[in-house]
């Protein structure tokens, strides 16, 4: 195969066993219009290096186990096409702000451990059910928190955001997105059981609006939007208190 209808993909190659650092590796893969990064991949596995390392599944941008850094940006390598960066080469590079297990592959552990601490999932205070068995809502409703809700956990947001590389206590904007959709959905009434954790130094506050998280995000999220709207909603929570009676709030 010529080289003008090939092209190089530099992939980040760890094995603890055998390297004691990451360490880039050559290959040349087929330069096809339809194929991605993924595919690319894919290729060296299937025909090249089978010892290669990453996660992926879906291959539709839906799943968001294949998150890595492509020519230094946070990418879904399934919906990065190999032609975006004709002539190449591409570089390819775990997930950045995680630690390398192998390879490609990061531990995603510290983020696991704090997703639940925000409760993503509906609080009900009223145990009873709705007598036809829905908590109905109207579209405007559901567009309050509706964008809030595409996030797939890809983690690109966390790999991207500069205070999460410095503060690893820091909750994260994946997080800190899917507690503010969870307060913001009609049928939810556990605004307050999260707002310890969510209004906490290491949570929204820790935020200081770079914004890059939203531009890595594959889903158009807008986890920088949804902090600061809850940066908001606490303050003015926090202002009411120390101003108002208890029975005025």
Known sequence: MADQDTIAVEVTRYRPEQESAPAPQ??????????????????????????????WSCRMGICGSCGMTVNGEPKLACS??????????????????????????V????????????????IRADEDEP????????????????????????????SACPVYALEPTFL?????????????????????????????AEGAWACTL????????????????AIQRYKLTAATKSLKEFLLPRGAR
Not at 27 to 53: A, C, F
Not at 80 to 104: C, K, Q, W
Not at 135 to 154: F, G, H, V
């Open 26 to 55: 050559c290959y040349r893969v087929p330069l096809r219009k339809e194929w991605t990064i993924l595919d690319g991949l894919n290729h060296i596995k299937d025909r090249l290096d089978g010892t290669l390392s990453y996660r």
């Open 80 to 105: 990065t096409f190999l032609t975006d960066y004709a002539p190449g080469s591409i570089r390819v590079e775990p997930m950045r702000n995680f630690p390398v297990i192998r390879d490609l592959v």
């Open 107 to 122: 531990d995603i552990s510290d983020f696991m451990s704090k997703l639940p601490k925000v409760k993503p999932w509906l």
């Open 131 to 158: 007598e036809d068995g829905e908590y109905l809502q109207t579209p405007e409703e559901m567009e309050a928190y509706q964008r809030y809700s595409m996030c797939i956990n890809c983690m690109l947001c966390y």
């Open 172 to 200: 994260g904007p994946a997080a800190i997105a899917l507690g503010q959709r969870y307060n913001l959905d009609s049928r939810d009434q556990g605004a307050e059981d999260r707002r310890d954790v969510l209004a906490s």
């Open 210 to 225: 770079v914004g890059e998280c939203s531009v890595a995000c594959p889903k158009g999220v807008d986890p920088a939007g």
